[in-house]
Structure formats: C-alpha cells, structure tokens
C-alpha cells in the first residue's frame, strides 16, 4: 500500500508530461490551415514559398494552376513569397479560400486576385483620338467565363487576359484591321491604348481612349 508521500512523489512526477501534453493540445489548437489557388499566367516557371509558419516551397510551370493547403501558426500572417530572376524575392498577403494569379509588371512577378476582372466587366464608353487626326466615340463590352475576358470593341470581337489587379490585353480583328489594345482602370476610368494594323494596305496606327461605364 503506497504511502502519502509515495503517492505525493508519483503525482508530481506526472507533471512534466501533463504540461507537455497540455502544450501539444495547445499548439495543435493555435494552428489552423487555409486553402489557396494559384494560377500561373507566364510563359516561364514561377517558383514561390508559401509561409504560415511551416513553409512549402513549391513552383507552376507555364499557365498551369494548383491548389495548396497552408498550416498557419498562430500570431502568423499567410504570405507568398515569389522568387524574381534577379535572385531576390517578394512577399504577398493571401488569405483563406484566395484565388491568386502571377503576372509580369514593370519587369517583376507580382500577385494578384484572380478574379478581380469584375472591375473591367460591363459596357463602356467614351471618346478617342488617333495619330491620324481622327477622333470619335468607342464602346466596349466585356465579360468572363473561366478566367478569358472576351466581348467587342467598336464591333470588333475581342479576346484578352488580366495581367494584373488594373490592367488587361485585348486583341482582336476584321476583315481590314488587327487591333492590339492595353487597358488600365483606374476610379472607375478606363484608359484603352491600341495599335491598329492594316490587312488590306501596308501600316499601322495608334490611338487612346477615355471611357467610363454606360
């Protein structure tokens, strides 16, 4: 029959695995996990980290997409963090549930939602001017469907990506003219840039638009 003082001694030799277990139930309950998705719009291979406190280093090869579950410790913001060609490496936010892209601006892989090209979305209208001294008035209408923008510029069917969270490429063509555009929204604003080169004669022009939604 164990004495008070056996029993004391038994019971205060338990401690240290109490608490370490304790510790473990409270590290397990202060770390949580998020999904994320991300697409690859380059033509070239991104390789990127994606921390929350145990990292995952991971790349995409040209336009392929992925999804990944990232373990977030507590008092951990989630981040991205994707390597550049000049060797250094640049963080991003993300969050829970996120649908994220990569694209190429002013020379450095950014990221951004994927799916912000609402911001684009719609009919739009407004005046134009080109280096041939011609002005007038443009319409465009946009939507998406998986990611592709299409719609119509001036009649023009059109087709286009998002290369980041403002600025979109649209191209398309008729029977006499091939349009190359560049968009930018910015207040709700669009700036359109464009090329138009002749089919049916030699040369090219350029012009730029202002619209605003209809």
């Known amino acids: 029959m164990k004495t008070f003082r056996q029993i004391a001694a038994l019971s205060l030799s338990a401690l240290p695995l109490l608490a370490f277990c304790l510790s473990a139930q409270g590290q397990q309950a202060s770390s949580t996990s998020i999904k994320v998705k991300f697409t690859n719009r380059l033509d070239q291979t991104v390789r990127f980290y994606l921390n929350g406190g145990k990292g ?13 579950t990232v373990v977030v410790d507590a008092g951990t913001s989630p981040s991205v963090k994707i390597y550049q060609s000049s060797g250094t490496a640049r963080p991003f936010a993300i969050k829970d549930g996120g649908d994220y892209a990569f694209a190429m601006k002013d020379g450095v892989i950014t990221n951004f939602v994927a799916n912000q090209g609402s911001g684009f979305l719609g009919d739009w209208s407004g005046p134009w001017t080109n280096s041939l001294n011609e002005s007038g008035t443009s319409n465009l209408h946009l939507t998406e469907s998986n990611g592709k923008l299409t719609g119509t510029w001036d009649g023009v069917d059109v087709t286009g ?26 207040n709700r604003v669009m700036t359109v840039t464009y090329v138009v080169t002749r089919l049916d004669a030699s040369g090219s022009y350029n012009g730029k638009a202002k619209l605003t939604p209809k």
């Open 56 to 68: 995952l280093e991971t790349q995409l090869g040209p336009k392929e997409s992925g999804s990944f």
């Open 161 to 186: 990506t998002q290369l980041n969270a403002d600025t979109l490429e649209l191209k398309g063509k008729n029977q006499t003219r091939s349009y190359q555009l560049t968009a930018t929204v910015n």
